[in-house]
């Protein structure tokens, strides 16, 4: 059984790839493309979230009918992600791993704990 537990970025990476390169999308899957597709699944996942507040959008997410889409919205914005990171060559775990160290510098847990401030307004 797949699960974040058990199963690596490069099994997914691969999954992925395998799928597009079966039905020949590479040639469509240019860097502009596939972020303009992320993009779009991004605002289909929010959709499901507009007009709720806090409490309520936790809630949708559990929900039986609203859940089921939402984790299908989230798996379209991982795979567009991941995707992106096989037509551009980005390592996708080595990106995050120099992300959060960048934002660990930008956001100091002594400042940023509890707050919701830009890092240049902390």
């Known amino acids: 059984m797949a699960d974040d537990a058990k ?6 990476k691969k999954l992925i790839l395998e799928f597009s390169d079966e039905r020949d ?12 597709a992320l993009a779009a699944e991004a605002a289909e996942l929010m959709e499901h979230f507009l007009w709720t507040d806090s409490a309520q959008s936790r809630a949708l997410v559990d929900d039986p009918v609203k859940g089921p889409k939402i984790r299908e919205e989230l ?9 992106f990171a096989n037509r551009t ?3 996708a775990a080595q990106a995050i791993k ?6 660990g510098i930008k956001y100091p847990v002594e400042k940023a704990r509890g707050n919701s401030k830009k890092y240049d307004e902390l």
């Open 75 to 83: 798996a379209d914005v991982l795979i567009y992600a991941l995707e």
């Open 98 to 103: 120099d992300k959060v160290r960048v934002n």
């Open 7 to 12: 199963t690596t970025f490069a099994e997914v």
């Open 25 to 36: 999308w590479g040639p469509i899957h240019s860097p502009k493309n596939v972020s303009m």
């Open 89 to 91: 060559g980005i390592d």
